[in-house]
């Protein structure tokens, strides 16, 4: 079965770090490009970082641009994105996404919750 | 970051047919291909029509889709209840470099 299963989140104060992860299975990982889409409170998605199967092309939102960083590790099959001066407005739950034909995104995680609070 | 234009909104009936409107421009919608997505309560999305008019394996034919120029809609025809969820639109954006979604139609069946 193919499946995503995202780590990490939690509530944080404004300012800090936060390292969010999925562990991928059922699927040759290596060979799929990967998203991260988030979803803040009662609110619609939020496309926010890609990342190609090899790691040679990354590309981020706007919103997130010099704060996130996407990574993946294929001899783990996982994904990850490293979130640096966190705001209020990062707080949301932050899915992992599989890429298919270069842009269906059919398979997702359940989703991890990120706080951003004082 | 610009969002494709849903209806915010929309219902119908049990065996009624509904459309969801999804508009972009020529950097988006007008240059790529346009995918679905449903979202049931509480769950994560799921990819529900892709290639704006095709369907993954396991998605009833109830569901299509169609795009003309900027603009995209998603029909539901034989309309069940199971069928309440968020509907996104999304595809990717030429000027932004990464994709962009719809900012959600919430279907109601009465």
């Known amino acids: 079965e193919v499946q995503l299963v995202e780590s990490g989140g939690g509530l944080v104060q404004p300012g800090g770090s936060l390292r969010v992860s999925c562990e991928a299975s059922g699927f040759t990982f290596s060979t799929y490009a990967m998203n991260w889409v988030r979803q803040a409170p009662g609110k619609g998605l939020e496309w926010v970082s890609y990342?190609?199967?090899?790691?040679?092309?990354?590309y981020y939102a706007a919103s997130v641009k010099g704060r996130f960083t996407i990574s993946r590790d294929n001899a783990k099959n996982s994904l990850s994105l490293q979130m640096n001066s966190l705001r209020d407005e990062d707080t949301a739950v932050y899915y992992c996404?599989?890429?298919?034909?270069?842009?269906?995104?059919?398979?997702w995680g359940q989703g991890t919750l990120v706080t951003v609070s004082s | 970051q610009s969002l494709l234009t849903q209806p915010p909104s929309a219902s119908g009936t049990p065996g009624q047919r509904v459309t969801i409107s999804c508009s972009g421009s020529r950097f988006d919608i007008g240059t790529n291909t346009v995918n679905w997505y449903q979202q049931l309560p509480g769950t994560a999305p799921k990819l529900l029509i892709y290639s704006n008019n095709q369907r993954p394996s396991g998605v009833p034919d109830r569901f299509s889709g169609s795009k003309s120029g900027t603009s995209a809609s998603l029909a539901i025809s034989g309309l069940q209840s199971d069928d309440e969820a968020d509907y996104y639109c999304?595809?990717?954006?030429?000027?932004?470099?990464?994709?962009?979604f719809g900012g959600g139609t919430k279907l109601t069946v009465l």
């Open positions: 990342i190609s199967s090899s790691s040679s092309t990354m």
């Open positions: 999304a595809t990717w954006d030429d000027s932004l470099n990464g994709w962009v």
């Open positions: 996404v599989r890429v298919t034909h270069g842009s269906r995104f059919d398979t």
